[in-house]
């Protein structure tokens, strides 16, 4: 269990804790928060290119977002959704944090996954009771080791019953995340031997975000953790496929209402050190508590039919 997760002030907001083993599913990592009670109440979300559930159990978390849209409980929250979520009441709490790779979530959590969107909402409006039970089960786990372990299951029994997407959108998926969302969409398109158009109606029903928006979003993730391990925007910028130094900026902006400057500052971009694995140099599976891994930086897979 880790201690050292800062927020504002250097106050430290959560305990960490994360698996020794990476998923039996490639795209699946997960890591263990343990809550002191003083999260802060204006939370900002990092836009991520996953689909990320929180499993709360033992505390209760109730948030509002700037609509007034209230969630309690656990949640399962989209690719690119990034709002602060306002605190009505966090206690202190353990939750269990999984991120899916889209691919993966079209399975786990069925069609559903595909209709998020950008928002965030309960994970009982997905699973109905199931998701209950999930959290009970949690919460009668004594230990971290056994709470991955059992989710891990959890999720490798859906994967094994749903329909997987098309090969064609999950080879798509894959070669945006290993080419760091800099891979032309007509290029891809020209490879499967489909059509723009198919490519984007079949990507956005399948994962719920057209295959423009999901590259950008990726690319946007390799930016902001870069800048958070120090390097400079201009460098960035030059390495992550951006015209210049303000497109950057804009993206930045456009994704989280801050500057590349005062981005780096925020919790939830401090946690992904330790609970995910960033930077990609520090990635040791199979070794350390202390990482995780990254999802679906396993390299490109090979075209469909080869």
């Not at 950008?118 to 004594?142: H, N, W, Y």
């Not at 398109?189 to 975000?209: M, P």
Request: hydrophobic share 45%; glycine share 10%; net charge positive.
């Amino acid at each position: 269990m880790r201690s050292d997760v800062a927020g504002r002030g250097g106050v430290v907001l959560w305990d960490i804790a994360c698996p020794r083993q990476s998923s039996r599913l490639p795209g699946v990592t997960m890591a263990g928060f343990g809550d002191r009670g003083i999260t802060p109440p204006d939370l900002r979300l990092i836009p991520h290119p996953a689909v990320t559930l929180v499993l709360v159990f033992g505390g209760s978390i109730a948030l509002q977002d700037p609509a007034g849209r209230q969630r309690r409980g656990s949640l399962a929250i989209a690719p690119g959704f990034g709002e602060v979520l306002h605190a009505l009441r966090v206690e202190a709490f353990d939750c269990l944090q999984v991120r899916l790779s889209p691919v993966v979530a079209h399975a786990v959590l069925g069609p559903a996954a595909a209709e998020l969107g950008k928002s965030v909402v309960t994970l009982d409006d997905l699973l109905g009771r199931e998701a209950t039970r999930l959290c009970e089960q949690l919460d009668e786990i004594p230990s971290w080791s056994d709470r991955f372990a059992w989710t891990d299951a959890w999720l490798a029994r859906r994967y094994a019953t749903a329909a997987p997407v098309y090969p064609e959108v999950a080879w798509a998926w894959h070669r945006m995340v290993a080419g760091r969302g800099m891979d032309r969409i007509e290029e891809l398109a020209a490879e499967l031997g489909w059509s723009r158009k198919r490519l984007w109606s079949r990507f956005q029903s399948q994962l719920g975000l057209p295959p423009k928006r999901a590259a950008k979003l990726i690319r946007f993730d390799h930016a902001v953790h870069s800048l958070v391990a120090g390097r400079l925007p201009a460098a960035v910028a030059a390495e992550g496929g951006y015209t210049d130094q303000s497109h950057l900026h804009r993206d930045v902006m456009a994704y989280t209402g801050l500057t590349p400057a005062t981005v780096v500052n925020e919790p939830f971009l401090a946690v992904d050190d330790i609970a995910w694995g960033w930077p990609r140099s520090s990635h040791r599976p199979n070794r350390s508590p202390r990482v995780v891994g990254r999802i679906g930086l396993s390299g490109t897979p090979p075209m469909p039919g080869s």
